[in-house]
């Protein structure tokens, strides 16, 4: 299996560009066969199974609550993006909670949504989410800028819905860079990589992949983890993406067999 | 290193006159602790990685340190990041609390926090407003052209995981990639002495071995004196924060 690990020095990711793996393509056939083995997993309840998931083996971890820490990246990223055009990242970060706050307002925000959690937040709680969300961006900017070619902020994670099988794959990307035969795709993550670190990666890539409207894989999947001061990356040969598909069977299977426990 | 009667982003604004001096090498500087590792070590493997923070270089025991003074400082460090984000403030001490309970989970501060008596609050909420009142009139105005990022965290394993490196900085600003380089400060509601120096010195390592660049700068304000440092990187200082780090892992070993 291809994969690097290098540091996040301007030198070390601006190499990690250079890349000249033909990527591996996701056919209708593979495409089927992924969705059997998922249709096995008869399941009441939906599935969402991303690379953090991978990473924990299947493990569920606590319940998903809004707060500074899980709003930022979202807040952030969306942040980042507008910044291209205004060029003033903390203005970006307040206008972005403000229309989170707005479509509460009007009515469009579903409950349980981040809208809705910093509507009813103080607003000492929205200005430190603010600065969180301004710092992963500035973080963001600072690690995507080291590469030192374009890059396009990603507007969504990848999603996969499998056919018939109620799961979700979700495959998470913070940023592309284009190149001359394809994509690379960046992730950026907080605290060290684990050792299942690459398998996260593979699972990312596979997602990515499938969401693909050609099911054309990117070149290569980049992880970055700022605090660290580490980056790893996986290609995006065939063996890498069967691999993640294969890790994110797995980790469907153990949360389908926990449901079941629970249920039991 | 003096102490300077301007504000922080006075400082290091008129620290960029140093941005052509030359950059200290930081490419040694994993194999050199890694040598001093092995001396202190040897050839085995340690179960638990041993943990250093800029904590763990205080040398005597300060009011900054127990229950109250760490929960000043956090208290301290939400009105920093809010104060960042241009958020005007009339309750420091109930915003910073609002903050503060937002982002932290379960912990002993917490545990502390929730059992202090009504006089013990009223004490920290003026002492919280009196340092929030030096903050913000010293930290000055930091434009966002200097891409500042609050509450910054670093994790740096070392010699295949046996040491590792926790840090945490209160104000980045500066980019590696643009060329201007980082610099770091550290906000202390205690007074600028030994302890804060060798503090500075561990986030000038932590960052050097981080980012693959050492910063240009580490600087300190202290909201008890309202006094501010600034201290250039060089070899030196990275010399003598690598010697701080070995000294402090022997010390941790021997404790273990």
């Known amino acids: 299996m291809n994969f690097t690990q290098r540091g996040i020095a301007p030198h070390d990711l601006n190499e990690l560009l250079g890349v000249e793996t033909t990527p591996f393509c996701v056919s209708d056939e593979h495409r089927a066969t992924l969705a059997q083995r998922f249709r096995t997993l008869s399941s009441a309840q939906r599935l969402r199974v991303d690379a953090w998931m991978v990473e924990r083996r299947g493990e569920s971890g606590r319940s998903f609550a809004w707060s500074p820490l899980t709003a930022r990246r979202s807040i952030g990223n969306a942040a980042l993006r507008r910044s291209v055009f205004s060029g003033d990242l903390t203005a970006s970060v307040n206008e972005i909670i403000d229309e989170h706050l707005h479509r509460v307002a009007r009515g469009y925000a579903r409950p349980g949504s981040l809208g809705h959690w910093l509507a009813n937040v103080p607003q000492a709680v929205r200005a430190l989410v603010a600065s969180d969300a301004l710092t992963w961006a500035t973080v963001s900017l600072e690690t995507l800028d080291s590469f030192g070619a374009p890059f396009v902020v990603a507007s969504a994670d990848a999603y996969y819905d499998v056919a018939g099988a109620r799961v979700s794959l979700r495959g998470r990307r913070d940023a592309t860079f284009a190149t001359d035969s394809g994509r690379?795709?960046?992730?950026?993550?907080?605290?060290?990589?684990?050792?299942?670190?690459?398998?996260?990666?593979?699972?990312?890539?596979?997602?990515?992949?499938?969401?693909?409207?050609?099911?054309?894989?990117?070149?290569?999947?980049?992880?970055?983890?700022?605090?660290?001061?580490?980056?790893?990356?996986?290609?995006?040969?065939?063996?890498?993406?069967?691999?993640?598909?294969?890790?994110?069977?797995?980790?469907?299977?153990?949360?389908?067999?926990?449901?079941?426990?629970?249920?039991? | 290193m003096a102490t300077i009667d301007i504000t922080m982003a006075e400082i290091l604004r008129d620290g960029r006159r140093f941005a052509d001096a030359p950059r200290p090498a930081v490419d040694g500087l994993r194999t050199q602790i890694g040598d001093g590792l092995f001396s202190i070590f040897g050839a085995t493997a340690a179960h638990e990685p041993v943990v250093v923070r800029a904590s763990s270089f205080r040398t005597n025991d300060l009011v900054a340190y127990t229950p109250y003074g760490r929960m000043r400082g956090a208290l301290l460090t939400q009105t920093l990041r809010l104060h960042m984000v241009n958020y005007s403030s009339h309750d420091p001490f109930g915003d910073a609390v609002a903050a503060w309970r937002a982002s932290e989970g379960a912990s002993e501060l917490v545990d502390y926090f929730d059992a202090i008596d009504d006089d013990e609050r009223a004490r920290l909420a003026t002492d919280v407003a009196a340092h929030s009142v030096v903050l913000q009139q010293r930290i000055g105005d930091i434009p966002p052209q200097w891409r500042p990022r609050t509450a910054v965290r670093a994790r740096v394993r070392l010699a295949n995981g046996q040491v590792e490196l926790r840090d945490h900085v209160d104000l980045a600003i500066g980019s590696i990639s643009a060329g201007t380089g980082n610099a770091l400060v550290d906000i202390t509601s205690s007074v600028l002495d030994d302890n804060v120096e060798r503090a500075l010195r561990f986030h000038a390592l932590v960052e050097s071995l981080r980012a693959g660049v050492a910063p240009r700068f580490i600087a300190a304000l202290s909201t008890a004196t309202a006094d501010v440092w600034r201290v250039v990187v060089d070899d030196e200082l990275l010399q003598r924060a690598v010697n701080d780090l070995l000294g402090v892992i022997t010390q941790l070993k021997a404790a273990a």
């Open chain 1, 184 to 264: 690379i795709v960046v992730r950026l993550r907080t605290g060290l990589p684990a050792s299942t670190a690459i398998a996260g990666l593979r699972a990312d890539l596979a997602v990515d992949a499938f969401s693909h409207n050609h099911g054309i894989a990117a070149q290569r999947v980049i992880g970055v983890w700022p605090e660290a001061g580490i980056s790893l990356s996986v290609d995006g040969t065939e063996e890498a993406v069967r691999a993640g598909a294969r890790d994110l069977m797995r980790a469907a299977l153990t949360q389908h067999r926990a449901a079941l426990t629970n249920a039991a």
